[in-house]
Structure formats: C-alpha cells, structure tokens
C-alpha cells in the first residue's frame, strides 16, 4: 500500500498534467460541440483540482522538515501509447481509463494516512481529497454515460476485429502447408473472411435487435452495430491476407503473423483497460493464444500436406 506523501504528490501533479493534455487533445482531435467543450471544460476544472492536491502534498512534505521531490513524468512512454489508443478508438476509451484510475485512487492509502495525522488541518485536507476523487469518479461515469454511443462503437470495433484477425490468420496458416502458390492461400483467407464477415454481421445485428426488443428501444442501435462489426472485421480480416499478394509463402506468412501480433496487441490493450485488467498480462496472454493457434493450425497443414501432398 502506498502512502508516502511525496508519492501522493507525484501522481496528483501528473493527474494535473494528464487532464490538461486530455482536454486539448478533445477539443482539437474532435469536431466542435456542446458536448465536447463541456467535458474538455470539466477536464480542466478536475487538472486545477489535482494541482490544489498537490500543493497540499507539497505543505505537508516541507512541515515534515523534507523538500518536494521534482516533478517526474509517470510512465511517459506508457501514456503516450494511451494517447495513441485513444485517437483510433475515440474519447470514450481515456474517459473510461480515467474513471478506473480514479476508483484506484480512492483505494490507496488514504484511510491510513486519515489516521495518522495528528493536525486538524492535515485530517480536514486529506477529508478534501477523498471527497474531490470521489466527486471525480462521479464526474467521469457521467462523462461515460455522455459518450455511451461512442463506447459502444468502440466495442463493436473490437468484437469485429479481433476475430477477423485470429480468424483469417488461422485459415492462411493452414493453407500455406497445403497450397504452393501464395495468391491460393489469399485467396483462401479471402473467402473465409467473407463468410466470417457475414456470420458476424448477421450475429452482430440479431443481438443488438433481441437487446433492442427487450429494452423496447429503437432498433438503428442493431443496425449500426452491425455496420461496425463489418468495417472492423474486414479491417481485421485484411491484415494477415496483404503479405500474400506480395511475398512468397513462408515470408509471407511471417509477416502476416508479425503484422496480427501488433494489431491484436492494440485491441487486446483497450480490451483490458475497459475492463479493467492488467494489461502486461492480457498482452502477454493474448500473444499466447494467437501464436498457440498459429502453430496449431499451420501444424494441421502440414499434416494435412502429408496425406494429399501440395495443391495448386
């Protein structure tokens, strides 16, 4: 459990700092609206704020006969892959961090350090705190429930994809142990991504519609989310087939592995953030199974290679 005061007063001085970033990138990656000058507005009152914290982090270190550690960026390469995440998949997706970096907040170690401290302007101060972060975490579920179409989109993005890359990238690695002419194995993912494509499309669309029925809402909700799950399986479903257009087969084949790996990582990574999990481990489960069911089915090629022999 963390609880040292100079700790405190770094993650509250890059709060401050992730807030104000967040706020600019919203009004100059988006198309003006009410919408987003609120919520930009609103990120900038919680980065005043977090520098109000700070500067009570900072009181209390230098009370302590200490002097404030210098301002150290939190995992800069970290965030900007953040930042990367969030200009594909839309505010939603930072709204949604946030809102679990503020509930992680309110588990540390304030109710020790409540305890601890002896002066009534330290007890009353660290009282603020826990109202302001609970007040922002408040501030950002409403920040979610304001962009809850375009969460939705995100998920979607992430549904389609995701098994249009796993997908495809299985069949062409079962295929390259049985055809000789790379343009056959392209062929091939193509028609299995296109039978892929309007499974889940059709899929995508009979949900949305039976949530639709049963919320006795409107059904453009089911409609858009199949047009989603489409765009992104396609996307998806492309990467591991380009590298046969132009490579020979094992070539080929490696790059198309190597290319679904990067992708998959990006979609694993918003996956664990809006769900909350870890993302070291998601990301190294995630390259677990797709490089598991690579082999998997390239093994079942090669197998089946032996019996038949090559084709085309």
Known sequence: MVSSPETFYQNELNDASLYQKISKRVMTSFRKSARNESIAKKLIELSEIESSHAAFWADLIRKRGKTPPPYK???PGYYSYIGFLQRIFGVSFLIRYMERGEIDAIKESFG???????????REQLNKILRDEREHEDAFIQMSVELKGNSESVRDAIYGMSDGLIEVLASVAGLTGV????????????????????SMTIGAYLSERAKSQIEASE?????????NTALYYFIGATVPIIPFLFFQRYLALAISFALVIVVDGIVTSVISIQSNGKLKWDLLRSLGLVTLGFAATFAIGLVAHHFIGYLG
Do not use: Y
């Open 179 to 198: 055809f000789i002419n790379n343009i056959f194995v392209a062929v091939g993912g193509v028609v299995f991504g296109a039978s892929g494509l309007v």
């Open 219 to 227: 059904t453009h909700r089911a409609i858009s989310a199949a047009g």
């Open 73 to 75: 960026k939190r995992s």
């Open 112 to 122: 020790r350090d409540l305890h601890e401290s002896r002066e009534q302007w330290e």
